[in-house]
Nanobody, 118 residues
């Protein structure tokens, strides 16, 4: 069974930084084939895209995080990271890692809470 596990959440002050990590284990097919993504869901809101990184390394970001967040991946370790800088209270959410090859091979982690507050 494929597992996607996030780590690195917690409480951070506005303007601070946080790094999230995600590891995908027992993945079917090569990890490098998967598009990896970070999504988030704030209370009372729908889950939204934060950033994605393809196996080639090409990235995509939500407008709200451009210039502040950086997504990266290490295919040798089956890991993806989200470096978050200049955090704002509106970044508070549960952050989810996603591994997607296609409709049939699409996996989610359980999420990690990030709270930005003084």
């Amino acid at each position: 069974q494929v597992q996607v596990v996030e780590s690195g959440g917690g409480l951070v002050q506005p303007g601070g930084s946080q790094r999230l990590s995600c590891v995908a284990s027992r993945i079917i097919f090569s990890f490098s084939l998967y598009t990896m993504g970070w999504y988030r869901q704030a209370p009372g809101k729908q889950r939204e895209l934060v950033a994605t990184v393809a196996g080639s390394g090409s990235t995509n970001y939500a407008d709200s995080v451009k210039g502040r967040f950086t997504i990266s991946r290490d295919n040798a370790k089956n890991m993806v990271y989200l470096q978050m800088n200049s955090l704002k209270p509106e970044d508070t959410a549960v952050y989810y890692c996603n591994a997607r090859l296609n409709y049939d091979y699409n996996y989610w982690g359980q999420g990690t809470q990030v709270t930005v507050s003084s």
